[in-house]
Nanobody, 121 residues
Framework: QVRLVESGGGPVQAGDSLKLSCVVS????????MAWFRQAPGKEREFVGN????????RLSDSVKGRVTFFRDNTKNAVFLQMNNLKPEDTAVYYC??????????????WGQGTQVTVSS
């Protein structure tokens, strides 16, 4: 059974950095298409970035490009989102997802429980 567990969120100030983690169980992360989404209050779930199982051609949304790095550690069977220069508009629940290369949330069959990121100005 596939399970995704996120951690690393919290309250921060604008300009700070956070590293979100998503530990995968039930399948090797380097055999899995992985993604991060986020959802702010009252808004739809938004694509942040994804990494195909090959690790090649990682994509990031324009809203985070240049501030965020999506990377993987096969020894920990986990993916990470390093977020720098955080802005108040980054405030959202961040979700780890798996099982697709799409940018739409409905395409992903596996989800974590989410981790809250709150950025104050």
């Amino acid at each position: 059974q596939v399970r995704l567990v996120e951690s690393g969120g919290g309250p921060v100030q604008a300009g700070d950095s956070l590293k979100l983690s998503c530990v995968v169980s039930g399948r090797a992360v380097n055999m899995f298409n992985m993604a991060w989404f986020r959802q702010a209050p009252g808004k739809e779930r938004e694509f942040v970035g994804n990494m195909p199982w090959s690790g090649i051609n990682t994509r990031l949304s324009d809203s985070v490009k240049g501030r965020v790095t999506f990377f993987r550690d096969n020894t920990k069977n986990a993916v990470f989102l390093q977020m720098n220069n955080l802005k108040p508009e980054d405030t959202a629940v961040y979700y780890c997802a798996a099982g697709s290369t799409a940018t739409t949330a409905l395409s992903y069959p596996y989800w974590g429980q989410g981790t809250q990121v709150t950025v104050s100005s």
